[in-house]
């Protein structure tokens, strides 16, 4: 079973930036970054391949940036945040049948 865990979400100032950890357990293809803000639907902020290529869409790109440590470990770093970047942050891992989510972690962008 694919177990994920999120972790550095909190409280961040306008224009700072944000790092945010996320460790899975098992054999993934894919894992990402998700979040959820208030009002709206989950969405995808990046995705990062086994093989380290990284994935945005087109309104993540400027701000976001994804990684991996290893094969369990993958980083989202945000730079000069915005109070509309507040809300649940989520990872999301893929294996080749199943998808698994962390519980989330909460980030407060205050201005």
């Known amino acids: 079973q694919v177990q994920v865990v999120e972790s550095g979400g909190g409280l961040v100032q306008a224009g700072g930036s944000l790092n945010l950890s996320c460790v899975v357990s098992?054999?993934?293809?894919?894992i990402g970054w998700y979040r959820q803000v208030p009002g709206k639907e989950r969405e995808l902020i990046a995705l990062?391949?086994?093989?380290?290529?990284a994935n945005y869409p087109e309104s993540m790109k400027e701000r976001f940036t994804i990684s991996r440590a290893n094969a369990n470990t993958v980083y989202l770093r945000a730079k000069t945040v915005k109070p509309e970047d507040t809300g649940v942050y989520y990872c999301?891992?893929?294996?080749?049948?199943?998808?698994?989510w962390g519980q989330g972690t909460q980030v407060t962008v205050s201005s």
């Open positions: 999301n891992a893929k294996t080749s049948w199943t998808s698994h």
């Open positions: 098992g054999s993934t293809i894919s």
């Open positions: 990062i391949l086994n093989n380290g290529r």
